[in-house]
């Protein structure tokens, strides 16, 4: 079959004798160096589009996605996004745009951007905003870039250092030693929460900023947060909130009121991005009135009626994307918010901390919960009491897979032996979370009765075990026809 389709393939080249663009062979060299020119034809396997098509339909349907089964991957928040906002997206008046467009062809797209900055600084309680950065990461990166640039500004060049809880998020440490900065990392006291004594030891007139992830990831609001915001201020340094899981806060408190200076959240968690496998994401950057100044540039601005890019602006840091970001993703997220409005808003974190609650609940009679008080939009839950049976978090992750359910974040946070962190979200019913439970249940009653169903588990996966270190350095991404 192969063989065939490369004579085929050879045979179909030939009859095509290269370019389309009117060059004959021989006259190519004149156009290109020699060790251009290719010798042989390209090996690309001919197919027909209905085996292209099965193809891709077969591997897709291999995939687990939030449309196939529960997806509890704690901190991802993968919900359910509506497909209403991935139609507004793919409006031909949003979808055909061209960004070279001049402003005066482009006011609808400027005016969403515009207004969609309004929304999420309501939102965030926080005066301005970007929508260029393409991920929560990325909008780390800007936030960070604003605080640098507003003390170089200053002229106050010995600020090093950034403070990171170690229940932050695994991005945080890293955007901050990305820009140059000295990472102090303080350790959390025993209720999970920023440790107020470990704080005001590393405080000095050397702290640029800290960067506080909150719920942090053990799903738990940082109940000091007033007090670390004063410590903070009281030496001078900045406040970065990392909200990227906004369904956990929005519409209840805000970063801006609670005395942050600037803060991101995921457009590609909350706002209804579907997201999962590295597709496009997008992120909006709030920050108060004195960062203002150094957002990137372009800002979408409005004199009068007209919308305009605003490129006059000196102490930009730049652009940190091209155009105008992830337009498609910001389509989405100000459908999403107009399909909910305020109050609706306020229900999403209501029902994902509801949820998340309701199964912490129901799991911890069986599964180590390490703090006791109640969580917000996820928590997290220790396996050490399989782990003493033989049966590790990596066995339980597995023999979900048996289910049909996706597994959690596992061994993350770090502070957490044996970490499940659980993100059941607000999209699921009671029905869901009821079925979830028992599956874990039973997992667990496995684990004393049958340890063996679940150290060799999946059994019904289309592969088992994966070696994921060779998988990720040797993939394999060779087409082959669809099995009949
Ligand atoms: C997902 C997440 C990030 C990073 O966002 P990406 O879009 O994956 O770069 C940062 N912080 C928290 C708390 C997150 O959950």
Same mark, same amino acid.
């Given at each position: 079959?192969?063989? &065939?389709?490369?004579? /085929?393939? *050879? ?12 060059? !004959?062979? /021989? ?16 090996? &690309? ?21 939030? !449309? ?27 979808? @055909? &745009?061209?960004?070279?467009?001049? @402003?005066? *062809? ?89 440790? +107020? ?24 609001? @940082? ?68 960062? !203002? ?11 009068? $009626? ?12 730049? /652009? ?39 199964? /912490? ?24 009491? *399989?782990? $003493? ?38 999209? @699921? ?13 039973? +997992? ?41």
């Amino acid at each position: 079959m192969e063989k &065939l389709i490369y004579e /085929k393939s *050879q045979k179909n080249r030939k009859a095509a004798t290269l370019p389309a663009v009117g060059v !004959e062979e /021989k006259e190519l060299s004149k156009l290109l160096p020699d060790e251009f020119i290719r010798k042989v034809s390209a090996q &690309l396997p001919e197919v027909s589009e209905l085996e292209a098509m099965r193809h891709f339909v077969r591997i897709s349907a291999l995939n687990h996605n939030i !449309e196939k089964g529960f997806y509890p991957l704690g901190s991802c928040t993968m919900k359910y996004n509506p497909k209403i906002n991935d139609a507004m997206a793919a409006l031909d008046g949003f979808r @055909e &745009l061209h960004p070279y467009q001049p @402003e005066d *062809q482009v006011q609808g797209a400027l005016q969403l951007i515009y207004e969609l900055q309004k929304m999420i600084s309501a939102v965030v309680g926080l005066p301005a905003v970007t929508l260029q950065p393409a991920a929560g990461a990325h909008g780390e990166m800007t936030g960070l870039l604003l605080i640098k640039a507003y003390f170089e500004s200053k002229g106050d060049t010995k600020r090093r250092k950034v403070i990171v809880p170690d229940t932050a998020h695994g991005t945080n440490p890293a955007t901050a030693a990305m820009l140059g900065y000295e990472v102090v990392e303080i350790k959390s006291n025993d209720r999970g929460l920023v440790d +107020i004594d470990a704080l005001k030891a590393v405080l000095s007139d050397d702290v640029a900023a800290i960067m506080l992830t909150n719920p942090n990831t053990l799903g738990l609001f @940082e109940e000091d947060i007033q007090e670390v915001q004063k410590l903070v201020h009281a030496v001078g340094g900045l406040l970065y909130y990392d909200g990227a899981n906004l369904n956990a806060i929005m519409g209840l408190v805000r970063p801006g009121d609670m005395g942050f200076d600037v803060c991101h959240l995921n457009l590609h968690k909350t706002f209804s991005t579907p997201h999962g496998g590295g597709g496009p994401g997008g992120c909006a950057v709030a920050c108060r009135a004195h960062l !203002e100044p150094f957002l990137p540039k372009p800002v979408v601005s409005k004199d009068g $009626e007209r919308y305009f890019l605003d490129w006059n602006r000196p102490q930009s840091i730049g /652009k940190v994307k091209g155009f105008y970001g992830n337009f498609g993703i910001l389509v989405r997220a100000y459908s999403y918010i107009l399909a909910h409005g305020r109050k609706g808003l306020m229900q999403v974190s209501e029902d994902a901390i509801l949820s998340a609650n309701y199964l /912490k609940h129901k799991l911890k009679k069986h599964f180590i919960a390490p703090h006791v008080q109640n969580c917000m939009h996820e928590f997290v839950l220790s396996g050490s009491l *399989q782990k $003493e049976r033989g049966v590790s978090t990596t066995n339980i992750a597995k023999r979900l897979l048996d289910f049909g359910v996706h597994a959690p974040t596992v061994y993350f946070p770090l502070v957490v032996a044996e970490a499940m962190m659980i993100e059941p979200t607000e999209t @699921e019913c009671k029905e869901t979370l009821d079925q979830f439970a028992a599956i874990m249940l039973q +997992i667990d009653e496995e684990s004393k009765s049958s340890p063996d169903v679940v150290l060799n588990a999946p059994h019904t996966t289309p592969v088992g075990r994966l070696d994921e270190a060779l998988a990720a350095r040797k993939p394999n991404l060779r087409w082959e026809p669809a099995t009949v």
